[in-house]
């Protein structure tokens, strides 16, 4: 007999108890006793279930659980049609009410939370020892939370269930990527693309092809849909924006410039790829010698205003100014590096930050491969970060240098950290005029 959600008893035993945040949607339905049989009825266990979570919950998990109902009232369906309360054709309109029933809810409790946080906010305004920084990043998170369901209202689970969802869900996904591809499948093999709540640290000397890779990297997340930030804090948004015209079009803009003949001939395909930028989901962004607060601030406004970030590229760390009242520069690179740790997770998104290796990493005047302990300034870097790739250029068999113009050279990706897979190294073939990267004939390797 399917237990009943009507009475005191079983509110509290079903519902109070097992409705905790981040436990899958349908283990959540069918642990309350909400089976095939509980559609009967308009559905209203599912309408008492709804309710409960848009009081404690986020929007997000009354989605999920929609989306599970959902799945159930599949099922029954196909089981058996006589088990709905009228003609099979009304299955629809009863989960559309159902789905309707949710999204009242959801707007009430984004209400309910906009109303508590306005008056946090002007009884913490006017204390004048409440630090303005801090109340400012505080609001900006709660702003992100009752906008878009990023982060919970209430206390999150121990990570049991969470667990277990991302391992069913791995499970269910066919062998697809649990984030945004890096456009590179050796490496993606290795990181698992750009997953969520990662703080992933790109190194390598000056004039390796970090920003090249992080335009091409934020350029493939794009054209995948993946909404994607990127912080320029060193180049030009223009430079960016030339470097992505030479990766969609395959045209070297070099050569351009010095002819105006070959040039008006692609100048219709140079257009085409410009316009097309438009309906990509890549915002780019400049802000002059932020801090690692402001970075924060800048990316929760856009996931409130524009959309959830998937993927932030911050190029990069030496251009961070270091928070107030920071003693010494290797502490004040770790509270950055916290910080953005903790922005991750707080979007529910991947960072990927570039950093510049010591000047230790030559000897004898080549190039070595570098190690985690080439990084400037701090040891911080290494251990805040969740993974860690490195990016080198070996020198040529015949000693000389590559001219970046006229020659593709191979690159080599060093996953040096990595706590959610395997360590290891990928070569790839990089065509440096042309923002470029392709899997190389190299034997690739994993340790």
């Known amino acids: 007999m399917t237990p009943s959600l009507y009475s005191p008893e079983a509110e509290q035993e079903s519902i109070a108890t097992l409705f ?33 979570l848009a009081e404690q919950g986020s929007p997000t998990v009354s989605a999920s659980l929609t989306e599970a109902a959902y799945t159930l009232g599949e099922l029954a369906l196909a089981q058996d049609p006589t088990q709905w309360d009228g003609p099979v054709n009304n299955c629809t309109a009863t989960m559309t009410n159902l789905a309707y029933h949710a999204s009242v809810l959801a707007e009430l409790w984004r209400r309910r939370q906009l109303i508590a946080l306005g008056e946090s906010l002007v009884a913490q305004a006017a204390d004048r020892a409440v630090d303005v920084q801090s109340l400012s990043t505080a609001v900006v998170g709660r702003l992100v939370a009752s906008s878009t369901g990023l982060a919970a209202a209430t206390p999150t689970s121990d990570g049991r ?71 320029s804090l060193e180049q030009p948004i223009k430079q960016l ?77 030496s251009w961070i100014k270091n928070e107030p009242g920071a003693e010494r520069n290797d502490l004040a690179i770790g509270v950055t590096m916290k910080r953005l740790a903790q922005l991750a997770k707080d979007l529910h998104c991947c960072v990927l930050l570039l950093a510049q290796l010591n000047r230790d990493s030559v000897k004898d005047g ?82």
């Open 20 to 52: 905790v945040h981040g436990k899958p949607a349908l283990l959540i339905l069918r642990a309350a006793g909400v089976t095939v049989e509980s559609f009967q009825n308009g559905n209203r266990p599912l309408f008492r279930v709804l309710s409960y």
């Open 161 to 231: 269930w969470d667990a277990l969802a991302d391992l069913e869900a791995a499970a269910m996904s066919g062998g697809a990527l649990p984030g945004v591809s890096l456009g590179l499948r050796s490496l993606d093999e290795i990181l698992e693309g750009f997953c969520p709540e990662r703080l992933l640290t790109l190194g390598a000397r000056p004039n390796c092809g970090k920003t090249a890779f992080a335009v091409w990297c934020a350029h493939t997340a794009a054209a995948d849909d993946a909404e994607t930030l990127f912080f």
């Open 241 to 317: 924006q030339s470097r992505r015209l030479a990766l969609a079009t395959g045209l070297n803009l070099f050569e351009l410039r010095r002819d105006e003949t070959a040039l008006r001939a692609h100048l219709s395909t140079l257009t085409a790829a410009s316009n097309s930028f438009g309906a990509m989901p890549l915002t780019f962004a400049a802000p002059s010698f932020p801090t690692a607060s402001d970075l924060c601030l800048a990316a929760q406004h856009h996931a409130v205003t524009v959309a959830p970030p998937k993927l932030i590229v911050i190029d990069y760390l």
């Open 366 to 447: 080549k190039p070595r491969r570098p190690t985690m302990a080439d990084f400037r300034d701090s040891g911080c870097i290494e251990q805040d970060s969740d993974q860690i790739l490195l990016l080198w250029e070996p020198p040529s068999p015949d000693g000389t240098e590559d001219n970046p113009r006229e020659k593709e050279t191979t690159v080599e990706f060093i996953v040096e950290k990595n706590r959610h897979g395997p360590k290891g190294r990928v070569r790839v073939d990089w065509k440096k005029a042309l923002t470029q990267y392709r899997e190389s004939p190299w034997l690739n390797s994993r340790r």
